[in-house]
């Protein structure tokens, strides 16, 4: 045995080549990574660079022409900026953390408790995210709206109003209570997988020491999910920036305006030259927000561990609350009436009646009639799920690498990786097809590109992959390095890993991510406009172009159908992959007890 | 067309010209390409025989050049419009698809770029479409139909065929004829506070622009100009979209719908014909857009684009647009049910093609800012 | 079961995290069969230097091998994958992945390297037999108890042979009653297969139990290294005698080396005391400043100085503080300048009659065979030969 050498050695000259991190095989794995980043730069930052330019230029397409300051200082000095910009930023932060503050509460109540129905809310909220929030604010609008509603009847008697009054019918409490009840599916969603996979034991630490059941929920359950809920509500304040349907229908009559038809009707002012340059100006503002946000949940999160999923350990056994998983029940009854049931009652009433909400002119088959046998009616919806379903997986996956790449990473992937996942957010949401598509159109291989199905599956994963990741990258963040070490150590190379390892333990985010990116696209209007041929109709356009043609009774029965097929295949799939999973444990099982059976009761020599 | 194709086209006329001809006894053939006595393809139902033997013409050929589709790039009319050209010409469907106006020009932009064609025909209102006119994207088309020259516009690229108009529209329950305001300074009458509705300015639709027409030219800002304006603003409720205008008024919570689109009443009435409405438009002044089609350099399918385009001039195309509620613009068509006649319908003077691109804006941003948009 | 041996070297291996110098410059060998372990307190570069040697890490600077071949040179610009570097591992927090079963876990190196079938199975159930978990081949590896899953980890690290093991404070996380039990087992299958083993800990007990060899780190070099019984008698500086139980150190100065004693002056104490050559880790000559280290519990507390019958260290102090603990006395003594501790077994305190109170004054009594010479580098003569070094 050598002696040691307690002290270090005198003068080693470090090699003059590249360090050893960049050598090896590890170099392809870098130089991979390299053309990866640039793709991702073009495709996800380039759209918001280019708005930003648009800004300070004047031309026929955004962001080219001459230069100049003056739609910039004009939309900057007009005080309606401001004012529309206030509201918007008020809105969509109550809006965030209340529904956030419902989500997260009944995710918790779903996946911790022993609440009766509990299996049931999952599916249920999934169902009642596919409602399109134009018949949602709809459905809302008639409950709330006329005079003659039951709601504003008795508020007339309570309050001894007149018969022409409806108090409810807009204003801010009207608005934030109908866009609160919108978000808290999405919220939930997002919640409910980090919160599947969290460490009862840490919960079991606290309670332990002395915390009651409901503080611990607080100082424990929390503060792990913090990541992720700052990541939600980063997320959905942005595009509450973007609302812009349920302003319009309860904002609007009390003179509520909000960001995103200013930056409509900016656009539109000038019959003479779009004014692309003070819309983007607005859209600066946007940006700016989202780099506070952002930063913001950076600090807040910092570099602390939450890896909640460290293999030591983890089934979170549900625990029973007692009497008070009735009240749990109770509020999500309440939950799924406000975001689902009474909208969906109402759009089905809708899709029966000649003009949708006026049930004085009485019903009809007649809209069902037109939808069903109208030309591209079924290709419109085979179309919307193909695409949906496509695009929707290819989001997550580009979520799931990005973020797994981003937590194992330096800090430039680091940085990369998170400026991919937030850009396409800065763009406001009426402008994203307007965006993507200047910005794609100079760029050789992406050019003939548009126009074709390729495109717009490009651009709706670059639209949808900013809300897969904040789906995602909580399951991933949960996930200790250590199993995927063990992994690497037992001999499996570092793809190996990612499917044996990560991605089994993280698919509740995915499929989370999957679902929602997937709804996403399907209800999405700006896209499919700019970046497809017109013979690529997506159901959620066409039923769109019905209601501002004043079919509404026929939009509200395509977007039922679009609903039901959405419905039906979704569960189609959950079932087919329930039955999978069964099939894979059953023989996994057996196979198991085959190897131990041949043993024997044997003590091995 | 080039010289083979007439010929070919002339000899794809002549063999059913005769078979049928032959045999077929005399009567308007239902609405299927095929001839009866007299000569002419359509037996007359179209236009008149000589306009009917070159739009079979052209719509040969555009069938033997594989031509199936039109697309147009802009607000889609009424399905049963779209219907009847389909079902006169068979074969070749038309698809409307639905894009803002600086989309579209961004749009087209892309397909110059990606060399992907896609637009054959642009329709809006009359602005952006002769903005299009004059930056090039339109091809000049020597029209079949004998259009009246100032139907036509920007080197022969543009054409007016239809139009748009906004009226009152009153519920009959609660408000007779009679009684209803005809005139801008009757709507702006105190009385009728809280029971006019109107799509607000600030939505961003053509309530702005509508708004606008009353500020520019001077005649009419002297005439209505800011007071009615003003006078609006204060007796209205808004709502945020056009079809709600309708909606409410059909409902009875508002007795009167100032500003509403005269084809979202039609739509009404053709499914529920005693719905409790009327539309009346004013003695004078009516708000009313002109409506703009050209078709697109580079168009895919050019052939059957101009067969469209001159179609929607033909006797039947007009009274088509009659028949699905918008204002066909060939002199000598009646207006849409019930309504007078272009020429008489009391329609608010506009702005010259030119004048109007840039002439509207600050009026416009004047209504929204008063609006709060 | 057929194991490989493969020994390990590490040469001037360096880790740089920014500024951070974790590791600087250490070298360390194992043998084939050998049982090293890497002793030292958090942040001192233990992990750091396993994990190096894993593949986890990418060092600096140095050079790694693994048997005959090289995983990693800075110069040579090698660098082995971890899945390639054929050994096992076990984590402080089991890493067990949560969706597989006990079996399945244990099936999976097996697989990553290709062994399939029924040969897989039948491995696999050998090694859970042996850490005796065979029953719960079918539960989920995540379900069991803290001691179980470490034995499933320990199965898993085992099962594909491995050349090398490494550990990395696989007992840190264990309920304390449940430690002995698994280092019982992680030792008895050393004794099975006889793998060579890098061992990382901060426990002392544990590195004196298991190793064959251990190396003392602190703040990214190697301090000492030796047998356990070398580090716990004769740690070769201050930290190490600090780390190995020397509650008790005394500065002193070599006066002079000669005929097999080393005689010393207790700078604090003010005496002269002759202590054997043996005592000492290293070669010493006059001038050397050197601490003089006793255990506490190899001291005693008496009332009286006694004749002296053999080679004894008597210090004379006052009692500053007595803590009765039952199994044994702690005692806090002030002897001039020094703080000693020193601790009384039921059998000295049953023998002993003495005022033990705060205040008494008492001696300290430490046979000469049981104090240590540790060299501290220091001296205060002019640089010259040592004495018993080669001249």
């Not at chain 3, 007992?171 to 280092?183: A, F, K, T, Y």
Request: proline fraction near 6%; aromatic fraction near 8%.
């Amino acid at each position: 045995m050598t002696g040691p050498s307690t002290k270090s050695l005198a003068a080693w000259t470090r090699p003059n080549s590249l360090p050893a991190t960049w050598r090896g095989s590890r170099l392809v794995g870098k130089i991979l990574m390299g053309l990866a980043v640039l793709v991702l730069i073009i495709l996800f930052l380039y759209p918001p660079l280019l708005m930003v330019m648009a800004a300070f230029r004047r031309g026929q397409l955004a962001g080219q022409g001459e230069w100049t300051l003056q739609p910039f200082l004009d939309t900057i000095t007009s005080p309606v900026t401001w004012v529309v910009t206030w509201n918007s930023i008020v809105l969509s932060l109550v809006v965030a953390i209340l529904g956030l503050a419902f989500g997260t509460f009944l995710a918790w109540v779903a996946v911790r408790t022993r609440t009766p129905m509990r299996r049931w809310m999952t599916p249920i909220m999934a169902v009642t995210l596919v409602i399109p929030s134009l018949f949602y604010g709809l459905g809302w609008y008639v409950t709330l709206a006329p005079p003659k509603a039951p709601v504003n009847q008795a508020l007339q008697g309570i309050f001894g109003l007149g018969p022409g009054d409806a108090p409810v019918s807009s204003g801010w409490g009207t608005l934030i209570f109908v866009v609160v009840g919108h978000v808290i599916p999405i919220a939930y969603l997002f919640m409910v997988g980090p919160m599947s996979r969290m460490d009862a034991a840490l919960d079991d630490a606290a309670r332990m020491s002395g915390a009651t059941r409901g503080s611990a929920f607080f100082t424990v359950t929390l503060p792990l999910l913090r990541p992720s809920m700052l990541g939600v509500l980063a997320l959905m304040t942005t595009y509450g920036m973007s609302a812009f349907e349920l302003p319009l229908l309860f904002g609007l009559p009390s003179g509520i305006h909000v960001f995103s038809t200013k930056v409509l009707n900016t656009i539109n002012e000038s019959e003479d030259l779009p004014n692309y340059a003070g819309a983007s100006t607005l859209a600066l503002i946007l940006v700016l927000l989202v780099v506070l946000l952002v930063a913001l949940r950076e600090r807040f999160v910092g570099n602390r561990r939450y890896s909640t999923i460290t293999g030591k350990g983890f089934r979170p056994e549900p625990k029973s609350y007692g009497r008070w998983q009735w009240a749990f029940l109770a509020v999500f009854v309440l939950v799924v009436l406000w975001s689902g049931v009474i909208p969906l009652v109402q759009m089905i009433l809708g899709s029966f009646e000649y003009i949708a909400g006026v049930a004085s002119l009485g019903f009809t088959t007649g809209n069902y009639e037109e939808v069903l046998t109208g030309r591209r009616t079924f290709q419109a919806l085979t179309f919307t799920l193909g695409i949906a379903a496509i695009g929707g997986f290819l989001a997550a996956a580009v979520a799931l690498l990005l973020s797994h790449t981003a937590v194992r990473s330096g800090r430039f992937v680091r940085v990369v990786a998170m400026l991919v996942s937030w850009a396409p957010v800065a763009i406001p949401g009426v402008l994203v097809g307007l965006a993507l598509l200047t910005a794609y159109m100079p760029i050789p291989g992406l050019q003939k590109l548009i126009g074709t199905p390729v495109m717009l599956v490009l651009g709706f994963i670059v639209v949808a992959t900013p809300i897969a990741t904040r789906a995602v990258e909580g399951g991933v963040l949960q996930l200790s390095a250590e199993l995927e070490e063990s992994a690497r150590i037992s001999g499996a190379s570092r793809a190996t890993t990612f499917f044996t390892v990560v991605f089994p333990l993280v698919l509740p985010s995915f499929l989370a991510g999957w679902f929602i990116a997937g709804i996403g696209i399907a209800g999405n209007l700006s896209l499919p406009v700019l970046l497809s041929t017109p013979t690529m109709r997506t159901a959620a356009v066409t039923a769109y172009d019905l209601y501002n043609q004043g079919r509404t009774g026929e939009s509200a029965a395509l977007f039922l159908l679009l609903m039901l097929a959405v419905a039906v295949v979704g569960g189609l799939a959950w079932l087919v992959s329930l039955g999978v999973i069964r099939l894979l444990k059953r023989t996994r099982v057996s196979r198991i007890e085959r190897a131990m059976s041949m043993k024997g009761s044997v003590l091995h020599a | 067309m080039r010289n083979s194709q007439r010929w070919l086209a002339t000899a794809a006329l002549a063999i059913p010209l005769v078979l049928v001809t032959a045999g077929c006894a005399s009567g308007a053939p239902e609405g299927d390409g095929g001839a009866a006595p007299g000569g002419s393809p359509y037996g007359g139902e179209v236009d008149s025989p000589e306009v009917e033997a070159a739009l079979d013409a052209l719509y040969q050929e555009a069938l033997a050049a594989g031509e199936d589709q039109v697309v147009v790039y802009g607000p889609p009319p009424p399905q049963d419009y779209l219907d009847a050209f389909m079902d006169r010409f068979p074969g070749i469907e038309i698809i409307y698809e639905q894009l803002q106006s600086q989309d579209r020009v961004t749009r087209l932009e892309a397909e110059k770029a990606s060399g992907n064609y896609a637009g054959d025909v642009a329709q809006d209102g009359r602005t952006p479409i002769v903005n299009m006119g004059l930056d090039g994207w339109c091809a000049a088309v020597d029209p079949i139909v004998d259009v009246p020259s100032d139907l036509i516009g920007i080197d022969g690229t543009v054409f007016y065929g239809q139009a748009t108009v906004f009226g009152v529209l009153i519920n009959t329950d609660l408000i007779s004829e009679e009684e209803a305001p005809k005139t801008w300074d009757e709507l702006i009458d105190p009385k009728w506070k809280g029971k006019e509705v109107m799509v607000s300015p600030a939505a961003g639709g053509a309530g702005a622009f509508a708004s606008a027409m009353l500020l520019t030219p001077q005649e009419n800002a002297d005439t209505w100009g800011m007071r009615i304006v003003e006078g609006l603003q204060a007796n209205v409720d808004t709502v945020a979209k056009d079809a709600q205008t309708v909606s409410s008024v059909v409902e009875g919570t508002y007795p009167i719908g100032v500003l509403a689109y005269y084809p979202y009443y039609f739509q009404t009435i053709k499914d529920v014909p005693n719905a409790p409405v009327q539309f009346i438009m004013l003695e004078e002044g009516n708000t009313w857009s002109k409506g703009a089609q050209c078709i697109i350099e580079n168009a895919p399918h050019p052939l059957a684009a101009e067969l469209w385009l001159n179609w929607t001039f033909t006797v039947e195309g007009q009274n088509m647009l009659a028949e699905t509620g918008t204002y066909p613009m060939m002199p000598g068509i009646p207006g849409p049910t019930g309504l007078p006649p272009a020429d008489e319908a009391g329609l608010i003077t506009l702005l010259s093609d030119e004048d109007s691109i840039t002439g509207y804006a600050d009026y416009v941003k004047q209504v929204q800012a008063l609006y709060g948009g | 079961m057929e194991f490989p041996l493969a020994s390990v070297t590490v040469r001037s291996l360096r880790k740089h995290f920014g500024a951070f110098e974790a590791i600087k410059g250490a070298d360390l060998q194992a043998a084939e069969g050998e049982f090293v372990t890497l002793l030292g307190e958090s942040g001192c570069g233990k992990t750091t230097t396993l994990r190096c040697i894993a593949g986890l890490e990418t060092p600096t600077s140095g050079h790694i091998s693994i048997g005959s071949r090289a995983v990693y040179d800075g110069d040579a610009r090698i660098d082995v994958q971890p899945e390639r570097r054929e050994t096992g591992m076990v984590f402080q927090s089991y890493a067990l992945w949560p969706h597989l079963t006990v079996m399945e876990t244990v099936l999976y190196p097996l697989r990553r390297r290709k062994v399939r079938g029924k040969e897989a199975t039948d491995r696999a159930l050998e090694i859970l037999e042996t850490v005796g978990l065979a029953q719960y081949a079918a539960r989920p590896a995540t379900s069991l108890s803290g001691g179980q899953q470490q034995r499933v980890a320990l199965a898993r690290a085992l099962v594909s042979r491995p050349q090398l093991m490494l550990y990395d404070e696989p007992l840190s996380n264990l309920d304390p009653s449940l430690r002995r039990q698994v280092r019982d087992e992680i030792l008895r299958m050393h004794h099975l297969n006889g793998t060579t083993s890098i061992y990382v800990t901060h426990d002392l007990e544990e590195a004196m139990h298991l190793s064959d060899r251990i190396i003392v780190m602190q703040s990214g070099l190697l301090e000492q290294t030796g047998t356990p019984a070398e580090i716990f008698a004769k740690p070769s500086n201050e930290f190490v005698a600090k780390f190995v139980g020397f509650e008790n150190l005394l500065p002193a100065t070599v006066v002079a080396v000669r005929g097999g004693e080393v005689e010393l002056e207790l700078t604090t104490a003010g005496l002269t005391v002759a202590l054997p050559v043996a005592a000492s880790a290293g070669a010493l000559s006059a001038g050397d400043e050197v601490s003089v280290g006793f255990r506490s519990s190899n001291a005693l507390v008496v009332g009286e100085p006694s004749p002296a019958s053999g080679r004894r260290l008597e210090l004379r102090g006052t009692i500053e503080r007595v803590d009765f603990l039952g199994s044994r006395n702690e005692y806090r003594i002030v002897s001039g300048e020094a703080r000693l501790r020193v601790a009384e077994s039921e059998r000295a305190y049953r023998h002993q009659t003495l005022r033990r109170e705060a205040g008494a004054e008492v001696w300290v009594q430490v046979d000469a065979d049981l104090c240590t010479i540790i060299p501290t580098g220091r001296t205060t003569a002019a640089p010259q030969t040592p004495v018993g070094a080669p001249a």
